[in-house]
């Protein structure tokens, strides 16, 4: 096969290594024991504190030496090894491996590359300044903040202003209701040269034209709660991508005759939008692509159709419903689709609260689209299949030339497997439909493809059907964004058997089908892509 040779996989964010926190806690958890032990055989009516610290010290002072002796290659790894691996550690467990040792203490707090990316969400703002002066002032950091209570509004007004002329990206999320008026202002109204993205959730304060003394060059992405520019603000002229969560706001501004949109704004999301009044205020630049996301179908149904009928048919390039029904409520979806009279299967998501069973998106707003789908079905329809979500849409999906699915195996079909009477398993791929111009497969991995919860799982892929795609071109295997954790390599024989099963193709054109390998997914024995006529042979 031809393609570049197989990388071993990292270790992810998620992964428990023997030799941090598990060995570290069971440790110290066996030394506890042998001190209470200790204390409960103790001669009452003789002291024995000097003589139970004395043991309690032994015994830790044991443990660490047995750990030492077990460990000692692990302890001896070159400081640059150590970092890179401790890299790929949430920023809680950085704190656990740093406690390990002392030889790994001194490496890893004064590693800089380790304090770029700091999410405190977990952690809590306590140490904030420590952490950003961690970097010794050069490198620029990604910043990552909960507010919870009084303090964490403290530590961030007085550490985080010094610093922002080395934030790159900010977050805040705001769960304690901080809701005293244009703190955020006051906190950000210095430059910020480097500042690539700002996210404010659930922050009520106002986002003005004093933001960052008029200093931001660098601002491309703008995500906020509050958003009130009636006029130009120069820190948001370059900003490409805008999200707007909760558009009532702008209904307190009726004097005003539009809402100030960046020059240079690309995509527009409006999240949660209760009220179409606003619209008339909205004026985004001719050539930006819209998105709109619903989540209250039912209360909401003038707005969704006034919206949708606003920025047809050239702006709107993307639609998300996340009803908490599907079943229910995807009637009431497909209706406003023809109400609008949406013939093309623009950007269109249809998602509940556990996984999206369709979506589609339109890369640009040519006639060319794709399709993403799930294994797990809408609520109800397991008997039914897929066939009541692809007959009843308005357009057709023959025109489709991209389609992305999902590796793992939805819960359901996991606790179906499992039950005593287990019922008619779902099938995935949708007996009549044919996609004639179905050109690229994408299959997103965020499990281990030798697991027991993936497509590839024998007992599983008997029930998957066959796709019918007679000018499939290319199987391309990713990673799923949302995984957490390194993929095993994919065997090759896995991967034929997928496809020499469960594919329908044009069998002449198999010499040009290829399959296509993206980072962080891998194929055992140094095959990382190539013809897939290979693949099959070997097999």
């Known amino acids: 096969m031809s393609g570049q040779n197989s990388m071993p996989n990292p270790p992810t964010r998620s992964h428990d290594p023997t030799t941090l926190s598990g060995v570290f806690a069971a440790h110290m958890e066996q030394a506890i024991r042998a001190f209470l032990g200790h204390e409960a055989r103790r001669d009452p009516t003789v002291s024995h504190s000097h003589s139970m610290r004395f043991l309690f010290n032994q015994t830790l002072a044991g443990v660490l030496h047995e750990w030492n002796d077990a460990h000692s290659r692990t302890i001896q790894l070159p400081a640059e090894i150590l970092v890179h691996c401790v890299s790929y550690l949430p920023m809680k467990d950085v704190f656990i491996s740093a406690a390990i040792c002392a030889t790994w203490r001194n490496v890893i707090l004064r590693a800089p590359e380790l304090w770029k990316d700091l999410d405190l969400s977990d952690v809590g703002t306590r140490f904030l300044g420590m952490f950003l002066r961690r970097g010794n002032g ?98 948001f002229e370059r900003v490409s991508v805008l999200h707007l969560r909760g558009c009532q706001y702008f209904e307190e501004y009726p004097g005003s005759r539009t809402i100030w949109m960046p020059p240079e704004l690309q995509e527009l999301h409006i999240y949660d939008t209760y009220s179409a009044s606003f619209l008339p205020l909205l004026r985004p630049p001719s050539h930006t692509r819209v998105s709109l996301h619903f989540t209250d179908l039912r209360r909401n149904s003038s707005t969704i159709i006034g919206m949708i009928s606003h920025f047809l048919p050239s702006a709107l390039h993307h639609i998300e419903f996340r009803p908490s029904c599907p079943l229910l409520e995807l009637q009431e979806i497909i209706h406003y689709l023809r109400l609008c009279d949406i013939t093309t299967p623009l950007g269109l998501v249809i998602q509940s609260s556990y996984h999206v069973f369709v979506t589609l998106h339109r890369s640009d707003l040519s006639a060319r689209a794709s399709l993403h789908l799930n294994c797990d079905p809408p609520h109800g329809t397991s008997e039914i299949g897929p066939g009541l979500v692809f007959s009843h849409f308005p357009f057709s999906f023959g ?141």
Not at 166 to 171: S, Y
Not at 174 to 201: S, V
Not at 214 to 225: G, Q
């Open 138 to 235: 050069t490198h620029s950091v990604k910043l990552k903040l909960m507010i919870t209570s009084q303090s964490c509004m403290s530590a961030i007004r007085k550490h985080l202003p010094a610093h922002l002329h080395r934030v790159r990206r900010l977050e805040v999320d705001d769960r304690f209701g901080y809701h005293e008026p244009n703190w955020l202002p006051d906190i950000l109204d210095r430059p910020a040269p480097l500042l690539e993205t700002l996210i404010c959730r659930r922050v009520l304060s106002s986002t003005h034209a004093g933001l960052f003394t008029r200093h931001a060059p660098r601002l491309r992405v703008l995500d906020v709660s509050t958003y009130d520019c009636a006029s130009p603000c120069p820190a």
């Open 399 to 539: 025109d489709l030339e991209e389609m992305t699915i999902s590796s793992a195996i939805p819960w359901s079909e996991r606790n179906n497997a499992s039950a005593k009477k287990p019922r008619r398993p779902y099938v995935f791929f949708p007996p009549s439909v044919e996609f004639a111009k179905l050109r690229t497969l994408r299959i997103l991995e965020n499990e281990r493809a030798d697991g027991p919860d993936t497509m590839f799982n024998p007992f599983f892929m008997r029930h998957r059907g066959v796709l019918r795609a007679p000018s499939l071109r290319c199987v391309s295997l990713e990673r799923a964004p949302e995984a957490l954790r390194a993929i095993a390599p994919i065997p090759p024989s896995m991967l034929a058997l997928f496809i020499s099963k469960h594919i329908v193709f044009d069998e002449d054109l198999l010499p040009e089908l290829v399959v296509r390998v993206s980072d962080g997914v891998y194929l055992e024995d140094a095959e990382d892509g190539g013809a897939a006529l290979e693949v099959l042979q070997s097999f």
